[in-house]
């Protein structure tokens, strides 16, 4: 019980964390859309709460933002972002904890194989939300929005994220756990 409620308590502290970050790259649309700084939270809530908790503050998230502040616009930005980073929660999440050891190169597999989930989901929920609204999503316009624009916040992620939890291990708030030593390393 008192596991849920912490990672309950911290699960909100990164919802907290994503509706408060866009404020500061927002101010100009097109800084906000290549450091994509609702990421950030969802992916460390995925690592340090689990799969779970990641995937809802992913879904929730850009939601809540879009009701709340108007920005992302709801249609087709923010449902399409829900789905995104509920990818990044979720995957992340399963991937790290079924990682034989914790540690930064397991941190490392998790975060790009969440990072290119995400990123194939969000480009498949735009096609289907497009096309019911009678446009087309193509393939240059997948690849513009999920990776050439993204290329600072793809770069703050891969930086950013392990430095983050580098931080919390040698605080002791996450722990990683290094694969065992061979005989000549010892």
């Known amino acids: 019980m008192k596991d849920k409620i912490k990672k309950l308590t911290l699960s909100a502290m990164f919802m907290a964390i994503g509706l408060a970050l866009p404020f500061l790259t927002g101010q100009i649309k097109t800084v906000g859309n290549m450091l994509c700084p609702m990421h950030i939270p969802v992916l460390l809530c995925g690592l340090i ?3 779970q908790y990641g995937a809802a503050v992913g879904l929730i998230l850009p939601l809540l933002r ?7 616009p709801m249609y087709p930005t923010a449902i399409a972002m829900a789905f995104e980073l509920m990818t990044y929660g ?4 399963v991937l790290y904890s079924r990682s034989r050891w914790k540690c930064v190169i ?8 969440a990072m290119l989930a995400g990123r194939a989901v969000w480009g498949i ?3 289907v939300l497009l096309g019911l609204g009678g446009s087309v999503f193509t393939f240059r316009a997948f690849m513009v929005g999920a990776f050439l624009n993204a290329i600072p916040g793809i770069i703050l992620q ?3 994220i392990p430095a983050v939890m580098v931080a919390l291990n040698r ?5 990683f756990t290094p694969a065992p030593k061979t005989p000549e390393e010892a």
């Open 90 to 93: 979720l995957v992340i999440g």
């Open 125 to 127: 929920v735009q096609i």
């Open 106 to 113: 397991a941190l490392y597999r998790s975060l790009i194989a």
């Open 66 to 72: 879009s009701a709340t502040f108007g920005m992302p």
């Open 158 to 160: 891969l930086v950013l």
């Open 171 to 175: 605080t002791g708030l996450v722990r």
């Open 49 to 51: 709460c689990g799969w």
